[in-house]
């Protein structure tokens, strides 16, 4: 199977537009899916059961006050909590959550760093035996230091899930955040093995809200869209909230050129 192209949503308004304009699958860009009601949750079952997008690409269904890194974080305290997230996350279709929060994973600026350094790990040794249950892989997402002080850069984030003996445990780039993350479109192809999936923005707009490619905005996507060809990419790509299907088209053409 070649890429599959999605859109990010914020609720199902957008998720329905996603549809309608061709998208093959959902990426909520918050929680919201595990808030839906059972009815909710059921008629969303039924549309994809019916052909509709899966909801492929979730996040990881933290609280945002949520500190990983906090002294005292009980990670038993959010087991069943992720368990009965996730168990809903998986009758919409998701097969990966992403962890790009970076509050969540802050270290403190003062003091010793390898205790909250090993509650992340132990947190995501956690989480991937709750995503395995549901045949799931975690992302964890490298952020610049704008955003956090913890998995800056892709071989910091490469070098810490190296030590974390889980199959399902991988990574993800933006393009907005490779020169954050200093990945250069030449490194890309050395962390392979790692990426999992790509988030495809416009990068001159780091703050802010992401937004899409756009055949005027004066980008050179396709250099990005050509070094994913040439390392034989094949996951999925998932685009800005903003995206409709002028965009899409303009995105798949660039690929299947």
């Not at 061709?22 to 839906?36: C, H, I, M, T, Y």
Request: aromatic share 10%; with cysteine.
């Amino acid at each position: 199977m070649g890429v599959q192209w999605g859109r990010m949503v914020a609720d199902l308004e957008e998720m329905e537009r996603a549809v309608s304009d061709g998208f093959d699958f959902v990426q909520p860009v918050n929680d919201f899916v595990a808030d839906l009601s059972d009815k909710q949750l059921h008629s969303q079952k039924k549309r994809i059961q019916a052909g509709g997008a899966p909801f492929k690409v979730c996040a990881v269904p933290l609280p945002p006050d949520a500190r990983v890194t906090q002294k005292g974080f009980n990670i038993y305290v959010w087991v069943e909590h992720l368990k009965n997230a996730a168990q809903r996350m998986a009758q919409l279709g998701c097969r990966k959550l992403v962890w790009s929060d970076g509050r969540a994973r802050v270290l403190p600026v003062e003091g010793a760093i390898g205790e909250p350094k090993e509650q992340v790990r132990q947190f995501l040794y956690m989480l991937c035996a709750v995503a395995a249950d549901f045949d799931m892989t975690v992302l964890v997402e490298p952020l610049g230091p704008r955003r956090t002080n913890f998995l800056n850069t892709m071989k910091q984030t490469a070098d810490f899930l190296s030590g974390i003996t889980a199959e399902n445990l991988s990574s993800l780039i933006s393009l907005r955040e490779l020169d954050q993350i200093e990945v250069s479109l030449s490194d890309i192809g050395v962390y392979r093995q790692l990426i999992d999936h790509v988030q495809m923005d416009n990068p001159r707009f780091y703050d802010g809200p992401r937004i899409c490619p756009r055949r005027e905005d004066g980008y050179d996507y396709e250099s990005f869209l050509r070094v994913l060809k040439n390392i034989r990419y094949s996951a999925d790509i998932s685009l800005p909230n903003d995206a409709d299907a002028r965009v899409l088209e303009y995105c798949r053409d660039f690929w299947n050129e």
